[in-house]
């Protein structure tokens, strides 16, 4: 009588047993039919604040974002048993999606061969700048100029304003406020020789500070200058700012004889 009890309760266990396959190494918690692992984790974990990862390394953390991704797996099941996945509005938004998403990788791909092709000049040594060319650079352009400029989008307007200023230098300010279209970043500039615009330098160069000179065209609009410090900077001050300025010197000489080589050609020219 015994035995006959034992085998019907064997075979229950044994079913109930194989009625769940093991779940694939690294599981955290599973959603219906879907998984989601340590890796899912991880790839969400990339994606959170320096302070919200170290929380999310924690017991407590772990839990709280695991319950996160959970939430987030229900309501996609849910969104996608009532085909909202298959909705016009959805398939629009994800055509957008691709698109951006299509763009910013050749973004990236673009920015990385440039970087590449940057290291490679500076690799074989074609950018390369000598101590003697930092020392001859510095000994004929050891100053930094400090210049305020309004930017203004016409030659008509930028001749009023220089005008009015040529007449009360004190009027600065106010005519700034009122004209420019320079962002903050260009309203007051320091600049070494080989650092900012040609033109502009040269003007500042030979200006007494506190003069108003101006105008000048450039690809940013009209310029209006006034000039207000020059002075010496110390070698240890000057060396790294030279080392750039004469690598984009040669970045430039490559540059310009790349040019000739592919025949580049630019139609529209500014005004």
């Not at 969400?44 to 772990?62: C, I, M, Q, V």
């Not at 903050?184 to 020789?193: C, H, V």
């Amino acid at each position: 009588m015994k035995n006959r009890l034992i085998l019907p309760v064997l075979l229950l266990l044994a079913w109930g047993c194989q009625k769940e396959a093991p779940l694939p190494e690294g599981t955290a918690a599973r959603v219906g039919g879907e998984t989601i692992t340590q890796q899912d984790i991880d790839a969400r974990t990339a994606l959170l604040s320096k302070e919200d990862r170290e929380f999310a390394k924690t017991p407590t953390g772990r839990q709280n974002l695991l319950q996160i991704i959970t939430r987030e797996k229900l309501i996609s099941a849910a969104a996608k048993e009532e085909g909202l996945d298959q909705s016009d509005i959805y398939l629009s938004l994800m055509d957008d999606k691709r698109a951006q998403m299509a763009e910013i990788y050749q973004q990236f791909a673009e920015q990385t061969l440039e970087r590449m092709w940057y290291d490679k000049l500076q690799e074989t040594g074609v950018t390369a700048v000598t101590d003697e060319e930092i020392a001859e650079y510095y000994k004929k352009y050891p100053y930094e100029m400090t210049v305020r400029q309004i930017i203004v989008d016409n030659a008509q307007t930028a001749d009023q304003v220089l005008r009015a200023l040529k007449a009360s230098p004190s009027r600065w300010k106010e005519l700034e406020r009122q004209y420019s279209s320079a962002p903050e970043t260009l309203k007051t500039l320091s600049f070494m020789p080989g650092e900012y615009l040609t033109d502009i330098e040269v003007i500042a160069a030979n200006s007494p500070a506190g003069s108003v000179q101006g105008f000048f065209k450039t690809a940013q609009g009209f310029h209006i200058i006034m000039k207000t410090n020059e002075k010496r900077l110390s070698r240890k001050e000057a060396e790294p700012r030279i080392r750039e300025v004469l690598e984009n010197k040669k970045l430039d000489n490559v540059l310009e004889s790349l040019k000739n080589k592919y025949e580049v050609v630019i139609y529209e020219k500014s005004e």
